[in-house]
């Protein structure tokens, strides 16, 4: 299974955009780029997903380079909520919930 | 509502003593999965289950065992072989192998 590299921790200022950075860069064609985020002592919560393409949804958006080695997920307009532990995975396609966590970025939101 | 549910979401037992976590889904999802996770780490696969009567070991499987001999209901099992039960337990379903998986709330299991 491919790796992920994430940084350890980032800030973000509440109401700017949070730009959330993984290489992933032995990624293979059919594995697709999971982003997941765990808020302390709870579950991870699903945030998106893309193979190729840029992907957008109500949470995020995820932003693949056209190389496949690297991808930003942006949270458009952060808030307090926001601060959690964001997942960068790679996952093989017909997985399912078989995923492989690294430790993460820690986002810290702060007003 | 739809969901996960774990329970208890905090639970203590004293060293040597096999213990069950419950993990009941009513997604009427096929699969289901136990993650383990360590303080500042990401979650490790301990057991996972594609459909009913049938289950597959993870990356952490020693010390641990599980059973589905239903579609809602996914246990897992702590058993005294399990050299450092103390963590936080947390159990997922997906609806198929395609789809992504939504996680339960989790339980923290202190061994004493």
């Known amino acids: 299974d491919a790796k992920t590299t994430q940084p350890t921790s980032m800030d973000c200022a509440e109401g700017r955009a949070a730009n959330l950075p993984c290489n992933h860069s032995?990624?293979?064609?059919?594995?697709?780029v999971y982003w997941y985020r765990q808020i302390h002592s709870q579950g991870p919560q699903y945030i998106i997903h893309?193979?190729?393409n840029n992907e957008t949804n109500e949470m995020a958006s995820l932003i693949i380079t056209e190389d496949r080695k690297s991808s930003t997920l942006i949270l458009p307009h952060a808030t307090l909520r926001d601060t959690a532990v964001y997942y960068c995975?790679?996952?093989?396609?017909?997985?399912?919930?078989?995923?492989?966590f690294g430790q993460g970025t820690e986002l810290s939101v702060k007003p | 509502d739809g969901g996960i549910t774990q329970s208890p979401k905090y639970l203590f037992r004293k060293e040597g003593q096999n213990v069950t976590l419950s993990c009941e889904q009513n997604?009427?999802?096929?699969?289901m999965y136990w993650y383990r996770q360590d303080p500042g780490q990401g979650l490790r696969l301990i057991y996972y289950?594609?459909?009913?009567?049938?289950?597959q070991k993870g990356d952490i499987a020693e010390g641990y065992s599980v059973s589905r001999e239903k579609k809602e209901s996914f246990p897992l099992t702590v058993t005294s072989a399990q050299k450092n039960p103390t963590a936080f337990y947390l159990c997922?379903?997906?609806?198929?192998?395609?789809?992504?998986?939504?996680f339960g709330q989790g339980t923290r299991l202190t061994v004493v």
């Open positions: 997922a379903s997906s609806p198929d192998r395609e789809t992504e998986a939504f």
């Open positions: 289950s594609q459909i009913v009567n049938d289950f």
């Open positions: 995975i790679v996952r093989p396609a017909f997985q399912g919930g078989k995923l492989i």
């Open positions: 032995t990624i293979s064609g059919n594995e697709y």
């Open positions: 893309g193979l190729k």
């Open positions: 997604l009427n999802h096929d699969a």
